[in-house]
C-alpha cells in the first residue's frame, strides 16, 4: 500500500523551499512517488523540474497563473497511484508517516494525518494539529529532534470526526469523483474548507490517523511567502464572500444546509448592496446593478446579474427576507452572517415565543429582518452535484 500513493504538492515559486522539500522526502522515500504542479513560476523552478534525473517523479508545469485548486487537480489527474496524499512544500514529513497512512488507507477512503507547527497560529491542540517548535524553515529545522520525537510519540487511536484540515490522503478515485478542488477561490483559500464540506456531503467519513504525522512550517509559499504576504487581506476577504456565494453560510456556521435566500430589499444603496450581496440568492429591488456589476464581477465566477430581479418580479427562493437598508448595522449584519443558523432554529423551534408574534405560522421578524419561510426543503443532496464543480 505505501507504494501506492503519490504525494502530491502544489509550487509556486519559492524554489528553495520545494528544492528542500523535495530531497528530505527523498532521503527517507527514494522510492516513493511524488507529484510536482507548478503554475505561474517565474524564479526558475520550471528549470529545476526540468532538471531532475528521477523515475519517480512526475511533473508539470506552465507559466499561465492558475489557482491552488487548479494546481492540486492537475496533480490528481497526473498522478499514476490508486490513493493521493495534499502535501505543502515548507513540510517535513515524518519516517513513519507513509506507513501509518497506508494503514488508515487500508480501511478508509478518507484520512487526515497530524500537523506539527511552530507557534505562528492558534497554539490549541487538535487530534490532527499539534504545537512543537522544532524550527522556523528548513535552515533552522532540527530534523533528529523531530524523528525523535516522531518515534517516541505514543499510539494514538485514530478517530471519526468533522474536526479536519486540507491535509488529506484518499483514494484517488474518490477526489475524481466530486471533481477535486473549486477553482472559483481564486487564487486560494477557503478551498479547502469547500472541498471538506463536498466531501461530507457525499457521505465520505473524515478518519482522522494522528500517528501519521509530518512538520509544517506555516504558509511559506502562500500567506507569508515574498509574494503573497501584502495581498493576503485582501485574498482572503475575497475568497469568503465566494464561500458565502456558494453555500450560503460562512465556514464557521453550525448549520452546513444550502437553502435559496431572496432578499426583498427596501432603500438600497450602494454600500448596503456590497455587504449583503453575497448572502442571498437573488435581490429584489429597484436597483440599479450596473456599476456593481462591473466592479464586483471580476472578483467571482458567480453570474451576478442572475443575482438582481425586479421589485415586482416573481419569487424563487425558499427563503424570503424583507429589509430597510437605511436600518443596515452591526446587529442585523450578524444576523445576515448567520441566516443559515437562525433559519434552522427557527424551523426547528415550533413553540418559540418569536413565533408567536405573528399571525402567519412561518413569518419571523429578528433585528429588522422580516423572515419568511417559503419551502422547508433542504437542498443539500441537490447542491452535492450542483456544487461539484
Known sequence: MSNNISLLIGLKNNLEYSKSCYYSIRENYPDTEIVFVSYGSSDGTHEWLDSLKDENLVYFSDPEEKTLSDTYNKAIEISTKDYVCFLHNDMVIGRNFLSEIAKALAKNNLVYYKVIEPPIFASDKRLWK??????????????????????????????????????????????LKINGLDPLFKPMFCEDDDLILRLRMSGEKTFVCPNAIVYHFVSKTSRFSEEFQNKTKKIEENSLRNFIRKWGFTNQSRTKKKLKFGLILENPSDEAIKALEIFVDHIYSDFNAEKYIKEEQENTSFDLKEKFRAKNADFSDDILIRFDAKKLSEKNMYSFRNLADITDELKQSKKSIIKKLFSKPNSFKINNLKIEILNDKSYEQQLINKNNV
Open 130 to 175: 499539534e504545537i512543537q517548535d522544532f524550527g522556523s524553515d528548513f535552515e533552522t529545522f532540527r530534523f533528529e529532534d523531530f524523528f525523535r520525537f516522531e518515534s517516541e510519540q505514543k499510539k494514538q487511536e485514530g478517530a471519526y470526526t468533522e474536526d479536519v484540515s486540507f491535509f488529506l490522503a484518499a483514494k484517488k478515485e474518490l477526489l
